[in-house]
């Protein structure tokens, strides 16, 4: 099992800047993709960003320019830095974990609340 755990979330300004993290534990091994993925009360789930492990980024046209998303291996730590954030990014955003040989739709963590408001 991989366990995962979000965090990083909170109330932020719009035109301001959070970091999310994404930590992980358990059987940390042969993860070949990490995602970040949001979803606002009454809308779909969506892919906002991914790197795989070759470091391979993609990101949602929504967030491209503004996003970066990183990991570091020596801390098992998935990162999401969130620029020039709206309203519109207000979501919980949750992280999601792929490996060799685990569940075809990755492991998942809890969740953490992301709120753009002045």
């Known amino acids: 099992q991989v366990h995962l755990v979000e965090s990083g979330g909170g109330l932020v300004q719009p035109g301001g800047s959070l970091r999310l993290s994404c930590a992980a534990s358990g059987s940390i091994f042969n993860i070949y993709a990490m995602r970040w993925y949001r979803q606002a009360p009454g809308k779909q789930r969506e892919l906002v960003a991914t790197?795989?492990?070759?470091?391979?980024?993609n990101y949602a046209d929504s967030v491209k320019g503004r996003f970066i998303i990183s990991r570091d291996n020596t801390k098992n730590t998935m990162y999401l830095q969130m620029n020039s954030l709206k309203p519109e990014d207000t979501a919980v955003y949750y992280c999601m974990w792929q490996r060799l040989g685990g569940p075809l739709n990755g492991y998942w963590g809890q969740g953490t609340q992301v709120t753009v408001s002045s």
């Open positions: 790197i795989t492990s070759d470091g391979i980024t």
